[in-house]
C-alpha cells in the first residue's frame, strides 16, 4: 500500500568521501519525482543545515565511525529514525578507511603530528556495530538503481528484495569476457555480492569487490585462482582485504 | 521420435535470398556475432551478414525465451497491468544441440503464457556446426525445436510454420530426410541412473567438487537447459511497481532456505548436486529425460575447471557396481 | 492449465492478532479464487516488495481467505505494516491438498508442530462441516511454550463440546494451561503424545504439519503403531517462489513440491530423497 504522506529523510555522513551522497544526487531524472516524496532534514552535499534532532522517516548513513563523538550522534539519530539504513562500503563494513593498521596512535600521530596526542579515537568500525540497521545499501559508490528502488519499496512498506549472487552472475548474463578465466586477471566477481550490473568487468576492470562479499563465497579456491594470474601472497591479501567485511544476509518472507 | 525426418528441399542460392527476403518482411533476424573481444553472442545482424554456419553463442537463445530480468506485469493504482509483448525475431545459426534444449524449455513452460508469448514470436533456424573440442551432442538424447534448418544445398521444415515459408518460396519437390547431425562423440557421455544418483549421496566426489566449486553460476547461466528463476518488484518513486522474472541460480545460499531460516540444501556440496541432479535426472514430469544436451558452455566457463562428463564418469566409478 | 504469474487484487479484510507475530489474515480477492483446498496455498504479493506462500487456515467462506501467517522475513514484515482495507494481490490456489476423500469414514489423528497447526486448522474445518462424517478426531499439538499454542481457544472448546480430543506440549513452561478437565498439557515433544493415546490404526488416517525435526521424529513412530504409510499425510513447507512447477526452488526428490504436492504420503516420501 502506497503512503501519500511525504517522508522525512535525513543523510547523515560521518568518515566517507561523500559518493554515497552523489550518487544519489546524480539521480537526475528522478529529483523532481524524490522532492515530491521527501523532505529533507539534512543533506551535507544539499545543505549546511545538520542534525535538528527531529524525528525522521529515514536516515541514510554513509560513513565509518573512529570517536565516541560519533557514536553518540549515531547512537541519537538511531533514536529519532523510523528506519536505518547503512548506504556504502564504508557504513557497511568500515571501506577504505577501515586499512588502516597499526597501533592507533602512532597512525594519529603520523598523519596528525602532535595535536592529536589527547584525541580518543579507535579504528574505524561500520555502522552495525553500534547500532540497528534496518536495510543495507552496499558499493563503493553505491549503485543509484539500488537507492531509489530502496526508496521506493519504503512507500510500499518494506524493502525490495534482491538476489544474494556474485557478481560473475551478472557479469555472464551480460556475456562480458571473462576476465579471470580468459586473461587471468585477478578478478573478484565470483565471491564479490552482484547489483552493480558487473560493471567493471563489463568495461574489462577486474572487480575490486566493493559490495562485500556474498554468503556462500569461497576465498579459497579463488585464493588457488588468483595465485595463478601471478599475484604475490600479500597482494593477494590486499586485494581480499580492500573491502572484505562481512556477508549480507536478509530472510526472504 | 528422436531419429525424426523431416521434409527437405534443395536449396539454390536465389532461393535462398528469396527465403530470407519473406522472413525478413515479418521477422528481425539475429545470429552469431563476434566482437573485438573474442565472444560470440547472439544479436541483431547487420543486413546482409549471414552466418556461414551455427555458433556456440556464449548464451543461448535461452536470453529470448527468458530473458534475464524480465517483466511480467506492472502495477499501479491497484490493477495489474501484463507487461509488454515481445516482438517478432528469427533466430538464425542455432546449433542442433540448443534446438534439443529449446524443446527442453518447450516442456517445462508448456503452461506459462509470458513464456508462451515470447515464444510465438521466435522463428528458430538452425544451422550445421563444426564439433569444438567441449562439444558431445547426441541426436538420440531428445527431439529438437525449431521452424528450419538450413545446410549447404537442402533446406529442412522443422516445424509447420517452416513448412509453410519454404512453400511460400517454392522451394521444389520435398524429401524426408535426416538432419544433418555433426559427425564426432555421439553416445561418449556416461548415463546415470536414478538408483545410482540416489545412492550417491556420500561419495567423495561431491565433496571434493564443492571444495573448488566457487558456487559463481556461471555454469547454470551459460546452460541452455537451466531455468531456475526469482521474482523480484522494483518500485519507482512515483509508486508504480514492476515485477520481473529474473534468473536465479541453484548454486546461490538462499536458493532453498525458507522464511524461518531453515535450509533444505545448507552445503556447497548439497547444491552442487542438486544441479547434477537436475542435469541429470530432470525434474517433475521431465523426471528420467537426461538435459545435458552436451553443447559444453558450462565446462568452457567454470573458473575451477568442474566438468560434468567427469561428475558422471566419478560416480560410476565411485558408486556404480 | 495456463498460468501468467498476475496477482488478483485482494482486500485485506480483517486482522485478528492470535500469538505474537502470528496473526490472522483474511483477504477478499476482487475476482474470486478457484476454490481452495485444505492444504493448498497462495502467493500473497505485496507490490514493491515481493511476494510469499501461505496455506489457508479455514473453508474459503463468503469469498474470504483466511491465513495464520507468521512474521517471518522481509515480506512478511511489510504485511505486518498494512491495516485492514489495504490492498495486496493473490495467486493461486496452488498445489494438491489433502486428499478428503481419503480422510471420509476414518477417525483422524491431527498432529500439529508450531505454525503446523495452521493448515491443519484448515483440514480440521472441512472435517467438521462434513456432517455425515462418522469418525473420532484426535488433536495432538506441540509448540514452544503454552503462549505459542495458536487457535488454543477454539481446539479446546471443540474438546469441551466433544467434536474433538485434543493433547497439547510445550517445550517449556513455568506454568501449564489449565488446570482444565478437559486440556491435557504436558511439557516434551509431540511425538511423546502419541503414548497412551487409545486409537485403532487400521481404521485411522493421520495428517502431519510442522517443521522438518518434527517430521524426523514423528512419522516413522505413526507408522509404528500400524497407521498404514498411504494414509499418512503430509504437508511440506519448501521455499516456493512460482507455485506452478518452474521455478526449482522447492524441488525435492526431483518432484516439484509446489505442484506435486505439497501433501503426500508417508509411503510416497519415502521414495523421495531428502524429503524428510
Given at each position: 500500500m502506497r503512503t501519500t504522506s511525504s517522508l522525512k529523510l535525513s543523510w547523515v555522513r560521518f568518515t566517507s568521501c561523500s559518493g554515497c551522497q552523489l550518487m544519489l544526487l546524480n539521480c537526475e531524472t528522478s529529483l523532481n519525482e524524490l522532492a515530491r516524496i521527501v523532505e529533507l532534514d539534512a543533506f551535507p552535499l544539499v545543505s549546511?543545515?545538520?542534525?535538528?534532532s527531529e524525528p525522521v522517516d529515514i536516515a541514510l548513513v554513509e560513513g565509518s565511525l573512529s570517536t565516541p563523538e560519533e557514536v553518540e550522534r549515531l547512537l541519537a539519530i538511531r533514536r529519532h529514525s523510523r528506519l536505518l539504513v547503512a548506504v556504502g562500503a564504508c557504513a557497511l563494513n568500515?571501506?577504505?578507511?577501515?586499512?588502516v593498521k597499526g597501533e592507533r596512535r602512532s597512525c594519529l600521530a603520523g598523519i596528525y603530528?602532535?595535536?592529536?596526542?589527547g584525541w580518543d579515537s579507535f579504528p574505524p568500525q561500520p555502522v552495525h556495530h553500534f547500532v540497528r540497521v534496518d536495510w543495507q545499501i552496499p558499493?563503493?559508490?553505491?549503485e543509484r538503481r539500488e537507492l531509489l528502488e530502496s526508496l521506493g519499496s519504503i512507500l510500499h512498506g518494506g524493502w525490495p528484495g534482491r538476489q544474494l549472487m556474485p557478481v560473475c552472475m551478472e557479469c555472464r548474463c551480460n556475456e562480458n569476457r571473462c576476465l579471470l578465466v580468459?586473461?587471468?586477471?585477478?578478478?573478484?566477481?565470483?565471491?564479490t555480492l552482484a547489483g552493480c550490473n558487473a560493471s567493471c568487468p563489463a568495461r574489462g576492470v577486474p572487480c575490486e569487490g566493493c559490495r562485500g562479499v556474498v554468503p556462500e563465497a569461497n576465498r579459497d579456491e579463488l585464493y588457488r585462482l588468483l595465485l595463478e594470474t601471478g599475484l604475490s601472497v600479500q597482494e593477494i591479501q590486499h586485494r581480499l582485504e580492500r573491502f572484505g567485511g562481512t556477508p549480507h544476509g536478509q530472510a526472504d518472507r | 521420435m528422436i531419429d525424426a525426418l523431416f521434409p527437405s528441399y534443395p536449396l539454390p542460392q536465389d532461393v535462398v535470398d528469396d527465403l530470407l527476403d519473406t522472413i525478413r518482411r515479418d521477422w528481425t533476424f539475429w545470429g552469431p556475432c563476434s566482437g573485438e573481444d573474442e565472444v560470440w553472442r547472439l544479436q541483431p545482424l547487420p543486413e546482409g551478414l549471414w552466418p556461414a554456419n551455427a555458433v556456440t553463442t556464449f548464451l543461448t537463445v535461452k536470453k529470448l525465451l527468458l530473458p534475464q530480468r524480465a517483466a511480467l506485469w506492472s502495477h499501479d493504482q491497484n490493477s495489474y497491468r501484463k507487461a509488454g509483448a515481445a516482438s517478432p525475431v528469427a533466430v538464425i545459426g542455432v546449433p542442433l544441440c540448443d534446438l534439443q534444449a529449446v524443446w527442453y524449455l518447450d516442456q517445462v513452460f508448456a503452461e506459462d503464457e509470458p513464456y508462451l508469448d515470447r515464444r510465438k514470436q521466435l522463428l528458430l533456424i538452425g544451422m550445421p556446426c563444426e564439433p569444438g573440442a567441449e562439444c558431445r551432442c547426441s541426436r538420440q538424447l531428445m527431439p529438437l525445436a525449431g521452424d528450419l534448418f538450413v545446410g549447404a544445398d537442402r533446406v529442412w521444415a522443422l516445424s509447420r510454420a517452416g513448412q509453410g515459408l519454404l512453400l511460400e518460396c517454392a522451394c521444389g519437390v520435398a524429401e524426408e530426410m535426416p538432419l544433418p547431425w555433426p559427425e564426432?562423440?555421439?553416445?561418449?557421455r556416461s548415463q546415470i541412473s536414478e538408483d545410482l544418483f540416489l545412492s550417491s549421496?556420500?561419495?567423495s566426489i561431491w565433496f571434493d567438487e564443492s571444495q573448488r566449486?566457487?558456487?559463481?553460476g556461471a555454469c547454470s547461466a551459460v546452460c541452455p537447459t537451466c531455468y531456475c528463476f526469482d521474482l523480484l518488484d522494483s518500485a519507482a518513486l512515483d509508486g508504480s511497481v514492476v515485477r520481473r522474472r529474473a534468473w536465479d541460480n541453484?548454486?546461490?545460499?538462499?536458493?532453498?532456505k525458507v522464511a524461518g531460516g531453515?535450509?533444505?540444501?545448507?552445503g556447497r556440496a548439497d547444491r552442487l548436486r542438486f544441479r547434477m541432479e537436475h542435469k541429470l535426472l530432470g525434474f517433475?514430469?521431465?523426471?528420467?529425460?537426461?538435459?545435458?544436451?552436451?553443447?559444453g558452455r558450462c565446462r568452457g566457463v567454470c573458473p575451477a575447471e568442474i566438468d560434468l562428463d567427469r561428475i558422471a564418469e566419478q560416480l560410476h566409478l565411485e558408486v556404480g557396481s | 492449465m495456463m498460468h501468467d504469474l498476475q496477482p488478483v487484487p485482494a482486500v485485506l479484510v480483517k486482522i485478528v492478532p492470535m500469538v505474537v507475530d502470528n496473526h490472522l489474515f483474511a483477504f477478499r480477492p476482487e475476482q474470486p479464487l478457484a476454490d481452495i483446498m485444505p492444504g493448498q496455498f497462495v502467493e500473497v504479493s505485496i507490490s514493491g516488495v515481493g511476494s510469499f506462500p501461505v496455506s489457508s487456515c479455514d473453508l474459503v467462506r463468503d469469498g474470504r481467505i483466511m491465513s495464520c501467517i507468521r512474521r517471518a522475513g522481509r515480506v512478511t514484515d511489510a504485511l505486518y505494516r498494512l491495516k485492514e482495507g489495504d490492498t495486496v494481490g493473490l495467486r493461486g490456489p496452488f498445489g494438491n491438498g489433502f486428499p478428503l476423500q481419503r480422510f471420509a469414514g476414518h477417525d483422524v489423528l491431527l498432529i500439529a508442530g508450531g505454525l503446523g497447526m495452521a493448515p491443519l486448522r484448515g483440514l480440521l474445518q472441512a472435517l467438521l462441516e462434513d456432517h455425515d462424517r462418522q469418525g473420532r478426531i484426535m488433536v495432538l499439538y506441540g509448540s514452544r511454550?503454552?503462549?505459542?499454542?495458536?487457535?488454543y481457544d477454539e481446539l479446546v472448546g471443540l474438546s469441551q463440546q466433544g467434536r474433538i480430543s485434543v493433547r497439547f506440549s510445550v517445550d517449556f513452561a513455568e506454568t501449564l494451561p489449565g488446570?482444565?478437565?478437559q486440556v491435557f498439557c504436558r511439557i516434551g515433544?509431540?511425538?511423546?503424545?502419541?503414548?497412551g493415546l487409545q486409537f485403532a490404526p487400521r481404521r485411522t488416517v493421520a495428517a502431519v504439519c510442522g517443521p522438518p525435526a518434527l517430521y524426523r521424529c514423528v512419522l516413522e513412530e505413526l507408522a509404528l503403531t500400524g497407521i498404514a504409510p498411504a494414509r499418512i499425510f503430509v504437508t511440506l513447507e519448501r521455499r516456493m517462489r512460482?507455485?506452478?512447477?518452474?521455478?526449482?526452488?522447492?524441488?525435492t526428490g526431483g518432484r516439484y513440491i509446489c505442484r506435486d504436492g505439497p501433501v503426500f504420503s508417508l509411503e510416497q516420501l519415502r521414495g523421495m530423497a531428502g524429503a524428510i
Open positions: 549546511s543545515a545538520g542534525d535538528r568500515g571501506g577504505i578507511n577501515a586499512l603530528g602532535e595535536q592529536s596526542a558499493g563503493c559508490p553505491p580468459e586473461d587471468h586477471a585477478p578478478c573478484l566477481g565470483p565471491i | 564426432g562423440p555421439d553416445g561418449q549421496a556420500a561419495a566449486c566457487l558456487s559463481c541453484c548454486f546461490f545460499a538462499e536458493h532453498g531453515h535450509d533444505f540444501r545448507p517433475g514430469d521431465l523426471r528420467g529425460q537426461n538435459s545435458c544436451v552436451g553443447c | 511454550e503454552p503462549g505459542g499454542l495458536l487457535f488446570p482444565h478437565p515433544l509431540v511425538s511423546e503424545l502419541l503414548e512460482c507455485g506452478i512447477g518452474e521455478c526449482c526452488h522447492c524441488v
